[in-house]
Structure formats: C-alpha cells, structure tokens
C-alpha cells in the first residue's frame, strides 16, 4: 500500500504558484520523498526529490518539514501546461523496498 | 536521465492470446520494473526485474498471467498471458537510474482485449 496520502484534487490559477501537499507520517529515516506527474496518456515523468532538506531545481521546489511527515511541492508559476496528476511517493532508493508504489495523486486543474 | 523505448506503443488483441511488450533501455539498469495502470486508475508494480535473477512479483501477480525476461542490463520483455478484456490498460516499464536521478518511465503500451 502507498505510504502518502494526497488531495484528491486541486485548481490553481494560471501564473500563481500551486502548492501540493503530501502526509507520509509513517516515512523512514532512510526513506525520500519523491514527486512525480503523468500528464493525460503519457509516461510519469520525474520532478523532484528530496531526502530531509528543501530542494529546488528548474521545474519545482520541495519543502519536507523539520520531523519528515509531510512535504509540499511548489510550482513557482504554474500553466496550463501542468495539469496533470502529480504524484507524491516515499521510497528506500537502494534498499530492499526500492520501488516506487504510487498512491491515487493529485490531479492538479490550471485554471486560464 | 535514461531515454526508454517501449515497443509496441498500442495494440488490440482477441481475447485468449498473449502480447510481448519490450522495454529498451539506452544505458545499463540493474533494476527495472514493470507496472499496469488500469483505466482512469494509478500505476500498480507489476514486477521487479533484476538482470540474473528470476523477477519478483507483487500481491495479486503471478508468473504464469505475466511472464518476465530480462536477459541483459539494457532489454526486459513482460508477456501478457491468455489476455481477457480485464487485462485492457497501460503497461509502462521503468528503471532505476541511481539516488541522484530516481525513476525513469517509458511512454507505455496501451493494450486493448477484445
């Protein structure tokens, strides 16, 4: 079973900036987060991950809270390009449960 | 990251027969993994196929429905067995490309049963 739990869904406004939540209060120490999206009929495509410190790169920024259990990805300017379901995940990455099991998601709506 | 390529994008099958779907990797994995999105459905982990070992199945998956090859670090067959319509969905394979890279996904075979 997923260990994160999500929104079922969210709108944003074009240009604003869409803030995901996630709970994973039962995540490990040696457990990432990782967030991924599958636009409509395609392959999951990659954001962010993150293992205990704040992370940016060019697409979003994760912030995890200080004791781990939850965790929000930020998409600074978001179009309607992101619609999509955004998926929040913890994983062992290299250790015996290093898999990705995907929850039910976020299906994020940009509003124009 | 890995650029995969999925082989065949879709295809429509009867009923009662079995489909191969190929996963090509452009870099040696040692993990891959093969996953079912059933319509208007999450992704569900079908197997995990280490090159040299047999896959490892989860709950509610076997063997015999979703034969698994993995001959070499790059290419990974899953076989969908004596298909019914129930087997209709998208069948993605992903790799693990290492801690800084996390999971790459193929675009998927989008299989339908008639």
């Known amino acids: 079973d997923a260990k994160t739990t999500q929104p079922t869904s969210m709108d944003c406004a074009e240009g604003r900036a869409a803030n995901l939540p996630c709970n994973h209060s039962?995540?490990?120490?040696?457990?990432?987060v990782y967030w991924y999206r599958q636009i409509h009929s395609q392959g999951p495509q990659y954001i962010i991950h993150g293992l205990k410190n704040n992370e940016t790169n060019e697409m979003a920024s994760l912030i995890i809270t200080e004791d781990r259990k939850s965790s929000t990805l930020i998409l600074p300017h978001a179009t309607l390009r992101d619609t999509a379901v955004y998926y929040c995940?913890?994983?062992?990455?290299?250790?015996?449960?290093?898999?990705?099991?995907f929850g039910t998601g976020t299906l994020l709506a940009v509003q124009p | 990251s890995a650029v995969i390529s999925q082989k065949p994008s879709r295809d429509i099958c009867q009923r009662g027969t079995s489909l191969t779907i190929q996963c090509q990797v452009d870099?040696?994995?040692?993990?891959m993994f093969w996953y079912r999105q059933q319509p208007g459905q999450s992704l569900t982990l079908i197997a995990t196929a280490n090159q040299g070992s047999e896959a490892t199945y989860e709950s509610g998956f076997v063997i015999d429905k979703f034969p698994i090859s993995r001959p070499n670090l790059t290419f990974s067959t899953l076989t969908v067995s004596n298909m019914s319509p129930e087997d209709s969905s998208i069948y993605l394979c992903s790799v693990a490309r290492g801690q800084d890279y996390g999971y790459t996904f193929g675009s998927g075979t989008r299989l339908t049963v008639v």
């Open positions: 039962t995540i490990s120490g040696n457990e990432y």
């Open positions: 870099s040696q994995v040692t993990m």
């Open positions: 995940i913890v994983t062992n990455y290299g250790g015996a449960t290093n898999k990705l099991i």
